[in-house]
Protein backbone atom coordinates (compact mmCIF):
# COMPACT_ATOMS: atom_id res chain seq x y z
CA UNK A 1 0.00 0.00 0.00
CA UNK A 2 1.94 3.47 -0.74
CA UNK A 3 0.85 6.04 1.64
CA UNK A 4 2.63 9.11 -0.49
CA UNK A 5 1.42 11.83 -1.37
CA UNK A 6 1.17 13.47 -4.75
CA UNK A 7 0.47 16.49 -6.34
CA UNK A 8 -2.72 16.20 -8.14
CA UNK A 9 -3.08 16.50 -11.90
CA UNK A 10 -4.72 19.49 -11.65
CA UNK A 11 -1.90 22.14 -11.39
CA UNK A 12 -4.63 24.64 -10.85
CA UNK A 13 -5.88 23.80 -7.85
CA UNK A 14 -2.65 22.47 -6.26
CA UNK A 15 -4.63 19.99 -3.91
CA UNK A 16 -2.51 17.28 -2.32
CA UNK A 17 -3.70 13.85 -2.24
CA UNK A 18 -2.71 10.86 -0.68
CA UNK A 19 -2.70 7.64 -2.91
CA UNK A 20 -4.24 4.66 -1.87
CA UNK A 21 -5.52 6.31 1.54
CA UNK A 22 -6.58 4.33 4.28
CA UNK A 23 -10.58 5.34 4.98
CA UNK A 24 -10.32 7.69 8.45
CA UNK A 25 -13.38 7.17 10.99
CA UNK A 26 -15.74 10.71 11.06
CA UNK A 27 -16.03 9.55 14.58
CA UNK A 28 -12.43 9.02 15.42
CA UNK A 29 -11.64 12.44 13.87
CA UNK A 30 -14.41 14.07 16.25
CA UNK A 31 -13.00 12.55 19.08
CA UNK A 32 -9.99 13.46 18.43
CA UNK A 33 -10.80 17.06 17.78
CA UNK A 34 -13.19 16.78 21.36
CA UNK A 35 -9.81 15.80 23.01
CA UNK A 36 -8.02 18.44 21.48
CA UNK A 37 -10.26 20.98 22.38
CA UNK A 38 -10.82 19.62 25.93
CA UNK A 39 -6.97 19.74 26.28
CA UNK A 40 -6.94 22.94 25.04
CA UNK A 41 -9.56 24.23 27.76
CA UNK A 42 -7.29 22.30 30.32
CA UNK A 43 -4.05 23.85 29.19
CA UNK A 44 -5.64 27.52 29.30
CA UNK A 45 -7.09 27.00 32.72
CA UNK A 46 -3.44 25.81 33.98
CA UNK A 47 -2.24 28.56 32.36
CA UNK A 48 -4.02 31.05 33.84
CA UNK A 49 -3.61 29.15 36.85
CA UNK A 50 -0.07 29.57 36.73
CA UNK A 51 -0.02 33.05 35.78
CA UNK A 52 -2.20 33.51 38.63
CA UNK A 53 0.44 32.02 41.11
CA UNK A 54 3.16 33.43 39.74
CA UNK A 55 1.35 36.82 40.28
CA UNK A 56 1.07 35.75 44.22
CA UNK A 57 4.67 35.13 44.34
CA UNK A 58 5.64 38.01 42.86
CA UNK A 59 3.33 39.93 44.89
CA UNK A 60 4.98 37.94 47.99
CA UNK A 61 8.09 38.22 47.41
CA UNK A 62 7.90 41.98 46.66
CA UNK A 63 6.41 42.43 49.70
CA UNK A 64 8.63 40.10 52.05
CA UNK A 65 11.92 42.21 50.15
CA UNK A 66 9.92 45.43 51.39
CA UNK A 67 9.44 44.01 55.18
CA UNK A 68 12.88 42.98 55.29
CA UNK A 69 13.98 46.27 53.85
CA UNK A 70 12.08 47.80 56.64
CA UNK A 71 13.62 45.46 59.07
CA UNK A 72 17.06 46.27 58.38
CA UNK A 73 16.43 49.87 58.50
CA UNK A 74 14.80 49.48 62.06
CA UNK A 75 17.68 47.20 63.54
CA UNK A 76 19.78 49.42 61.75
CA UNK A 77 18.39 51.99 63.72
CA UNK A 78 18.12 50.35 67.08
CA UNK A 79 22.07 49.14 66.49
CA UNK A 80 22.83 52.77 66.13
CA UNK A 81 21.12 53.80 69.41
CA UNK A 82 22.76 50.86 71.45
CA UNK A 83 25.94 52.29 70.10
CA UNK A 84 25.42 55.74 70.95
CA UNK A 85 24.35 54.21 74.67
CA UNK A 86 27.30 52.49 75.09
CA UNK A 87 29.41 55.33 73.99
CA UNK A 88 27.63 57.02 76.75
CA UNK A 89 27.95 54.37 79.34
CA UNK A 90 31.44 53.94 78.81
CA UNK A 91 31.65 57.75 79.09
CA UNK A 92 30.19 57.56 82.68
CA UNK A 93 32.30 54.82 83.82
CA UNK A 94 35.25 57.01 82.68
CA UNK A 95 34.31 59.72 84.72
CA UNK A 96 33.17 57.78 87.52
CA UNK A 97 36.65 55.91 87.69
CA UNK A 98 38.31 59.12 87.25
CA UNK A 99 35.82 60.32 90.36
CA UNK A 100 36.75 57.20 92.48
CA UNK A 101 40.45 57.82 91.74
CA UNK A 102 40.00 60.91 93.99
CA UNK A 103 38.49 59.20 96.62
CA UNK A 104 41.04 57.11 96.64
CA UNK A 105 43.26 59.54 97.25
CA UNK A 106 41.17 60.98 99.81
CA UNK A 107 40.70 57.43 101.24
CA UNK A 108 44.32 57.17 101.92
CA UNK A 109 44.69 60.11 103.66
CA UNK A 110 42.02 59.99 105.98
CA UNK A 111 43.62 56.51 106.51
CA UNK A 112 47.07 58.10 107.29
CA UNK A 113 45.25 60.95 109.50
CA UNK A 114 43.44 57.60 111.59
CA UNK A 115 46.82 55.86 111.60
CA UNK A 116 48.28 59.37 112.49
CA UNK A 117 45.66 60.45 115.47
CA UNK A 118 45.96 56.24 116.49
CA UNK A 119 49.92 57.00 117.11
CA UNK A 120 48.91 60.84 118.73
CA UNK A 121 46.33 58.67 121.08
CA UNK A 122 49.19 55.85 121.88
CA UNK A 123 51.98 58.25 122.73
CA UNK A 124 49.30 60.70 125.04
CA UNK A 125 48.76 57.56 127.44
Known sequence: MD???HD???NESN???IANAVPIDPKLVEFIEDRAHKLTKELQNLT???QQRMEQYAKLTADSTA???ATIKDMAKEQDACIEQTLELITRCDELEKDF???YAV???I???NKSLDLLQASLR
Open 111 to 113: KAI
Open 48 to 50: LNL
Open 67 to 69: LQH
Open 8 to 10: APN
Open 101 to 103: GAM
Open 15 to 17: RLV
Open 107 to 109: SAQ
Open 3 to 5: HTI
